[in-house]
């Protein structure tokens, strides 16, 4: 059991060190990361960062992932006719998008979902009684997912495809580099710690 336990704790330091470079240098070339989750499987915790980050801790104490704007499969696909809930700022623009049915806002303005664009227009289109509505949507509006967890959404200017070359380089090269230098950090520990050994049990020898 111990051994299991060191090892969910090491490979779990491994990760987390891996996607915190992903996640330091995307930020900096302005790629918006809308997740960082420790672990994998349901959420047990989340945090919405004012940087516009999802902080998340998931049940299963092994893995954990970036989600950037715009790389892999990161899409927030609302289907035609799903229900949403708005909530609207006093100059009638949406500054969140509720997928759930946990309803985090009970004043949002429940529509059918019949169009969107998240990423250049920034609007979504719905039906509310027999009216169908068009409402503009904020550049750092977030939308809640079915499963509850809130990120902002991902429009073009703040998507990977859109960094600079070297942003995306970088960001690519992070993980792999920060697993490395955390290698080097490893073994030059241990290397002093068994010189350090080797040196006490020698002063202790002469002494006798």
């Known amino acids: 059991m111990s051994g299991l336990i060191a090892f969910i704790i090491i490979f779990g330091i ?27 499987g349901p959420k047990i915790f989340a945090h919405q960062g004012k940087d516009g980050t999802a902080y998340t801790i998931r049940i299963l104490p092994l893995g954990g992932y970036v989600r950037m704007a715009g790389w892999g499969e990161d899409t927030s696909e609302i289907k035609t006719g799903t229900p949403a809930a708005l909530t609207l700022n006093k100059a009638g623009v949406v500054t969140r998008i509720d997928l759930s049915d946990r309803q985090v806002d009970k004043t949002a303005l429940p529509i059918n979902v019949t ?94």
Not at 22 to 33: E, M, N, Q, T
Request: proline fraction near 2%; include cysteine.
């Open 14 to 40: 491994i990760v987390l060190v891996h996607e915190f470079g992903h996640f330091y240098f995307a930020r900096k070339s302005g790629i918006l990361v809308r997740e960082f989750a420790i672990g994998m």
């Open 115 to 208: 169009a969107y664009d998240l990423e250049d227009k920034l609007e979504i289109t719905g039906r509310i009684l027999e009216e169908t509505k068009t409402y503009p949507v904020d550049h750092d509006a977030t939308i809640v997912e079915e499963d509850g967890t809130e990120v902002r959404i991902a429009p073009l200017d703040v998507q990977y495809q859109n960094a600079s070359i070297w942003g995306r380089l970088i960001t690519n090269f992070a993980g792999p580099m920060n697993n490395f230098i955390l290698g080097i950090l490893f073994w030059s520990l241990d290397f002093c710690a068994r010189r350090c050994s080797g040196f006490f049990k020698q002063s202790c020898t002469c002494d006798s």
